[in-house]
């Protein structure tokens, strides 16, 4: 059964107040194609189930800075600045699930399960109304399962009967949330002939698929991370407190390894769209930056960075104290553009 159909009737099987598995992990492994058609269709209400909230011009993200959202259930939101926003606001309605178990739940409800017991989250706000079952002496969270009127699954290569084969992590939640929905509808980058795909490769079978829709290829996602120590030589102002230039500086080295790894060239900065510092940095801090590669053209690359702190001073205790943070603190973020002349491009 040949399974392709048009953007415009994946999307129209969407309908005011769904609820919508979308797969993807910050954006890696999302349908692009089919969000960004959802958003512009103006499907209000939906109750949405991923593992993230991307970014506010990324994945899932979009949704949620379109208002198009009312109820989310996801890991985290910490790249999204709007999510948290509108939490707070009391617009949008979090159920935060810890990683595991919100995969767990949603294979549950692939798998026709009553639910599953977890020992995460005892003791927390997570367990906050819920059931708490005690088996051979031991108390477990009795989580329910989840599934959704609608999943939407990317996937690299497909045949026309819906077998679909993923490529490194980019699976993520995608096969679970395949077995988890009244309708799937995968996006993918090719399409071959079925009969075509070795079967040892096929990670969904075409049972759980309703369409297909035609995407971009998938694309290498490249990141980098460095890790510094901010001395005292970085602490310009009182207090001991680091300038936010340290941070740019950290970027563009994030940056250069970003295109040697690419291109096999440092190339140049032309510039920054967006610079956020959200938080303090001192002497005697450690700070995790990285960056990725959102956008490939001819000679430019248009990067996403991210700044936070993993370990923070404790002068308070001596001048060589520090802690080792549960949560790392995000202090800055930035977006800009880096170019590399074609003629200093040695890789494809």
């Not at 599953?116 to 927390?124: F, R, S, V, Y």
């Not at 960075?305 to 603190?329: H, N, T």
């Not at 995000?330 to 800009?336: E, F, K, L, M, P």
């Amino acid at each position: 059964m040949d399974k392709l159909i048009s953007i415009e009737e994946a999307v129209a099987r969407i309908q005011d107040g769904m609820t919508l598995m979308v797969g993807g992990f910050l954006g890696n492994g999302t349908p692009h194609r089919l969000v960004d058609a959802l958003v512009a269709s103006g499907v209000r209400a939906l109750t949405l189930i991923c593992n993230d909230t991307a970014f506010p011009d990324k994945g899932v993200g979009r949704l949620i800075a379109n208002r198009q959202v009312k109820k989310v259930y996801t890991s985290h939101i910490g790249t999204n600045p709007l999510t948290i926003e509108q939490m707070n606001a009391g617009e949008l309605a979090v159920e935060f699930c810890p990683q595991g178990t919100l995969a767990e739940r949603v294979r549950a409800g692939g798998s026709g399960l009553g639910g599953i017991l977890t020992p995460t989250g005892l003791g927390t706000l997570v367990a906050k109304g819920k059931e708490v079952v005690t088996v051979s002496g031991r108390e477990y969270l009795l989580e329910t399962p989840l599934r959704a009127d609608v999943a939407l699954v990317r996937a690299s290569v497909a045949d026309r009967s819906g077998n679909l084969i993923y490529r490194g992590t980019a699976e993520n939640f995608n096969p679970l949330m395949a077995s988890a929905a009244d309708v799937v509808i995968a996006e993918v980058g090719e399409v071959v002939a079925t009969g075509t795909l070795d079967p040892a490769t096929v990670r969904t079978p075409g049972i759980f698929l309703d369409a297909l829709v035609v995407g971009e290829p998938s694309r290498c996602c490249w990141r980098s991370t460095v890790r510094s120590r901010m001395s005292a030589h970085d602490a310009h102002y009182g207090g001991s407190l680091v300038d936010g230039a340290k941070m740019l500086q950290l970027f563009g080295d994030v940056a250069t390894e970003l295109l040697i790894l690419h291109d096999g060239d440092e190339g140049l900065f032309a510039g920054y769209d967006t610079v956020e510092f959200l938080a303090p940095v001192y002497a005697g801090d450690y700070i995790e930056a990285t960056g990725e590669i959102t956008r490939v053209g001819n000679s430019s690359r248009r990067m996403v960075f991210e700044a936070r702190k993993v370990i923070a001073a404790r002068p308070d205790i001596s001048g060589s104290a520090a802690d080792a943070l549960a949560e790392p603190v995000v202090v800055c973020r930035a977006s800009g553009t880096c170019v590399v002349p074609k003629q200093c491009q040695r890789k494809q």
